[in-house]
């Protein structure tokens, strides 16, 4: 989306500013939905933002504008902002560079649970996706999904092999309660092959992003 587009889409007029100017922003990854941080905007770096394509906030602490990642490098680049049912609050659908957006190094500001460090939730995919490539990386005996890292590319492929007729079999049924339970076998199954060939699930959300446009 250009910043063109996204600009008319955004009548700053009808943004409600708190007392101090200040509207809150949501930062979301474009990709996978997880919430990466929440910072202030002011008008001006409201329209930097739109004018630019790429994020500005307002820092309260400096009392100044600031761009996302100037220093750094990771800058956020604008895939689409919408403001919500009472206009007081943005969501800005971001590419994150880097894959950094928060100040300690961590992908997300939420990253905290606790005191502990976690991954920020994302959609459920990127989440099992998660906890198939752990299993990878930290297997134990009883997991299935460790037993099929196991058996390598001839196990994982025959049970793809199997789930996928199983759809095409539930489909023929007209089942709808099949369909979506052996969707989900593909699904997972799916999952872990390209965690055993180490390809990441966000580079599928990539070649999926491309083919949408």
Request: charged share 25%; hydrophobic share 40%.
């Given at each position: 989306?250009?910043?063109?587009?996204?600009?008319?889409?955004?009548?700053?007029?009808?943004?409600?500013?708190?007392?101090?100017?200040?509207?809150?922003?949501?930062?979301?990854d474009y990709l996978d939905g997880t919430v990466l941080m929440m910072?202030?905007?002011?008008?001006?770096?409201?329209?930097?933002?739109l004018e630019t394509g790429e994020v500005w906030y307002w820092s309260r602490s400096r009392q100044e504008l600031w761009h996302k990642g100037?220093?750094?490098?990771?800058?956020?680049?604008?895939?689409?902002?919408?403001?919500?049912?009472?206009?007081?609050?943005?969501?800005?659908?971001?590419?994150?560079?880097?894959?950094?957006?928060c100040h300690t190094g961590e992908r997300s500001c939420f990253h905290q649970v606790e005191g502990t460090k976690q991954a920020p939730p994302a959609n459920t995919l990127s989440g099992l996706y998660g906890t198939i490539r752990d299993r990878r990386d930290n297997p134990t005996e009883t997991s299935y999904t460790c037993k099929l890292f196991a058996g390598g590319d001839n196990k994982i492929l025959k049970k793809?092999?199997?789930?996928?007729?199983?759809?095409?079999?539930?489909?023929?049924?007209?089942?709808?309660?099949?369909?979506?339970?052996?969707?989900?076998?593909?699904?997972?199954?799916?999952l872990v092959a390209l965690a055993h060939h180490h390809v990441d699930i966000r580079d599928v959300y990539r070649k999926l992003d491309e083919r949408r446009k």
């Open positions: 989306m250009t910043a063109s587009s996204f600009s008319q889409a955004i009548p700053i007029k009808q943004i409600k500013f708190n007392d101090r100017g200040l509207v809150p922003a949501i930062a979301q910072a202030w905007m002011n008008r001006e770096s409201l329209q930097k933002t100037a220093t750094s490098g990771h800058i956020q680049k604008v895939k689409s902002l919408r403001y919500d049912c009472d206009s007081d609050a943005l969501l800005v659908t971001i590419e994150q560079i880097g894959d950094i957006a793809i092999g199997e789930e996928s007729a199983e759809v095409v079999m539930a489909c023929k049924d007209d089942d709808a309660d099949a369909i979506a339970s052996e969707a989900a076998d593909l699904f997972y199954h799916t």
